[in-house]
């Protein structure tokens, strides 16, 4: 009975650390997108934008733009919806993402591990 009991705890312990995912982001390094901060915001068909996680508490954005994962701040939600909603991903990118939300001028979120 000991014996089950203990290897109950061993793997549930293991279970909580085999979901997390960590994605490296550029000028940033490596984030857990698993941590319940971020949502992942599934999109239409892109040959540009291949991935998006969002933390909408602190309007925080990694996008991953063709294999390299980009960070942006004090992005508000409404843009995320526009954007997601866009006839165009990388056409809405190009226009109103590139160049703003900079990570360097708005406040980086940090996340404990």
């Not at 508490?57 to 991953?64: A, G, I, K, R, W």
């Not at 165009?88 to 404990?112: A, F, M």
Request: hydrophobic share 35%; aromatic share 16%; proline share 3%.
């Amino acid at each position: 009975m000991k014996k089950l009991l203990l290897l109950s705890i061993v793997l549930l312990g293991l279970g909580s650390t085999a979901f997390a995912k960590d994605i490296y982001v550029k000028y940033r390094g490596t984030v857990d997108v698993s941590n319940g901060y971020f949502q992942q915001l599934f999109l239409k068909s892109s040959s540009f934008i291949n991935d998006m996680y969002y933390d909408s508490d602190n309007n925080y954005l990694l996008v991953q733009l063709n294999s390299t994962y980009y960070h942006y701040c004090a992005i508000p939600q409404g843009i995320i919806s526009d954007w997601r909603g866009s006839s165009s991903l990388g056409r809405y990118y190009n226009h109103n993402i590139k160049g703003n939300y900079d990570c360097r001028v708005n406040p980086v979120p940090q996340y404990e591990d």
